[in-house]
């Protein structure tokens, strides 16, 4: 493929995982026993499984894909992810639905390589 940044598809462990870990672990995946929307993000096979509504991720699709739209805003900004958070970038945005047009592979070879652990709190 001749070269230019435009031209490299989008990564999973690369890209997509830590944007994950930064901005939605804190609710969906690291308390394991309340998951917002029953969706946990903190691996490719939890994003695959979804959540309440189903499958969040539709290979091939984005538009449908309800991964993307909670995250662009296309379920309405009373829903837009992350949840009383500034949104993401577009950059960021742009990775997700790139990354998922490209066929959301998993390309972390069941690593959890971005476990992001809050300390916990003592009061
Ligand atoms: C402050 C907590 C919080 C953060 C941070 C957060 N979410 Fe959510 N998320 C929720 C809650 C609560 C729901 C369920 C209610 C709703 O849909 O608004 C939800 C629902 C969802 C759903 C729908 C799941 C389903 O099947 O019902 C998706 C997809 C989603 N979030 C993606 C994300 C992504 C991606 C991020 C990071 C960019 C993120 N969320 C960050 C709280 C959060």
Redesign the pocket.
């Known amino acids: 493929m001749a070269g230019g940044a435009a031209a490299q598809s989008v990564s999973y462990s690369r890209e997509v995982a830590p ?2 870990a930064m ?2 672990h ?3 995946g690291a308390n394991p026993e309340s998951v ?4 946990s ?1 903190r691996t490719w096979a939890d994003l695959k499984k ?5 499958p ?1 991720i539709v290979p091939g699709d984005p538009e449908r894909s ?2 993307l ?3 662009n805003g296309d ?1 309405g900004e ?2 837009r ?5 500034p949104p ?1 970038t577009a950059i960021q945005i742009s990775w ?1 639905q790139r990354w998922i047009a490209e066929g959301a592979a998993e390309d972390s070879y069941g690593a959890a390589k971005y476990r992001l652990e809050l300390p916990s709190i003592t009061f």
């Open positions: 944007v994950l901005n939605c804190s609710c969906h917002a929307g029953g969706l993000t979804g959540g309440n509504l189903g969040v309800a991964l739209q909670f995250v379920r009373a829903h992810m992350p949840l009383g958070g993401l997700i």
